[in-house]
T-cell receptor, first 115, second 110 residues
Framework: EADIYQTPRYLVIGTGKKITLECSQTMGHDKMYWYQQDPGMELHLIHYSYGVNSTEKGDLSSESTVSRIRTEHFPLTLESARPSHTSQYLC??????????????FGPGTRLLVL | EDKVVQSPLSLVVHEGDTVTLNCSYEVTNFRSLLWYKQEKKAPTFLFMLTSSGIEKKSGRLSSILDKKELFSILNITATQTGDSAIYLCAVGQGAQKLVFGQGTRLTINP
């Protein structure tokens, strides 16, 4: 079944650790996105990719980096986590959905807590 | 006071028509302008614009920003029923904040 996956779902780590949040989709979508969302607040786009080897910074400046070596995989890395990085991180992908046009699908999210 | 104003608030057209949605803004410390499409759950990203006069295009959708006149338009050509949604314009300012417009509710009738 085509879907979008994120791991881990929850992560509690100490300051200074390097972390990678994984995102994979099996829908063959070219476009993928990372959003950051604090509780009760709007989504902020932090990175997006329109295809392999294409990555762009989003609206909200972020100390994270991304890579897109394979179509299905769009990992996000924080080299040195800080408490200010505590948030929910949502991965999404989009493609043409027959009859509905371009449709964006969200993963379940990763809740990150940096102590 | 920072504000983002979208027009029209509601628009009903027939399938195949072309529509233009407007977004004007007055915000301090402008960073970027974003367009989103919202159907049921979280808004889905369409475009991010930071420079004047450079058209961004994705299929039948396109958008352009005018930083001198402080507005942006979102064009949808050959509309389909699947384009029915609320289209949100948001302006990013400073380091964190997004200011959203009220949205334009677009209905495409077959």
């Amino acid at each position: 079944e085509a879907d979008i996956y994120q791991t881990p779902r929850y992560l509690v780590i100490g300051t200074g650790k390097k972390i990678t949040l994984e995102c994979s989709q099996t829908m063959g979508h070219d476009k993928m996105y990372w959003y950051q969302q604090d509780p009760g607040m709007e989504l902020h786009l932090i990175h997006y990719s329109y295809g392999v080897n294409s990555t762009e910074k989003g609206d909200l400046s972020s100390e994270s980096t991304v890579s897109r070596i394979r179509t299905e995989h769009f990992p996000l890395t924080l080299e040195s986590a800080r408490p200010s990085h505590t948030s929910q991180y949502l991965c999404a992908s989009s493609g043409l959905d027959r009859g509905r046009g371009e449709t964006q699908y969200f993963g379940p999210g990763t809740r990150l807590l940096v102590l | 006071e920072d504000k983002v104003v979208q027009s029209p608030l509601s628009l009903v057209v027939h399938e195949g028509d072309t529509v233009t949605l407007n977004c004007s803004y007055e915000v301090t410390n402008f960073r970027s302008l974003l367009w989103y499409k919202q159907e049921k759950k979280a808004p889905t990203f369409l475009f991010m614009l930071t420079s004047s006069g450079i058209e961004k295009k994705s299929g039948r959708l396109s958008s352009i920003l005018d930083k001198k006149e402080l507005f942006s338009i979102l064009n949808i050509t050959a509309t389909q029923t699947g384009d029915s949604a609320i289209y949100l314009c948001a302006v990013g300012q400073g380091a964190q904040k997004l200011v959203f417009g009220q949205g334009t509710r677009l209905t495409i009738n077959p």
